[in-house]
C-alpha cells in the first residue's frame, strides 16, 4: 500500500468489485476469481485469501432479508401452497448470486489494509 487508505475506503471499493488499491481496474477476471494483479498499479490480489467470509457474510444478509418475506408471503397472502417457496428460492438464489462476489471483495479488501496472514 503506497499511502494509508481507510479500512471504509477499501471495503467500498471492494463491495463494488474494484481494484481496493487503485480503484481504477476490475479486482475479478471470472465470478469468484481475484485477478492475479491488478492491471493500473499491479498489486497482487491471487494470494489474498478470503476462504468462508464472503459464503458467511452472504448468507447472513440474504437469510436476514427472507425471513420477513417467508412470513409475508406464508402468512399474510393468499398465494397457492408452491408459489411462495418458488419466490423465495428466486430471490435467495438471485441475492445470494449478487451479493457473493461483492462480499468476496469486500474481504479481499479489509484482509489486505488489515495485513492479515493470507495463507
Ligand atoms: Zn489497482
Redesign the pocket.
Known sequence: MDFKLSKKTVMSRGFRMR?P??N??PLFRAYLKPVEA?T??A?PWSEVRADDGPAWATMLVVLHVLAPVFHLLVFRTELPGWAPYTILCGLGLGLSLLLLPRFKGLFIGLIWATGAPTS
Do not use: V
Request: hydrophobic share 20%.
Open positions: 481494484c488499491n487503485c481504477a481496474a491488478c493500473s498499479c498489486q
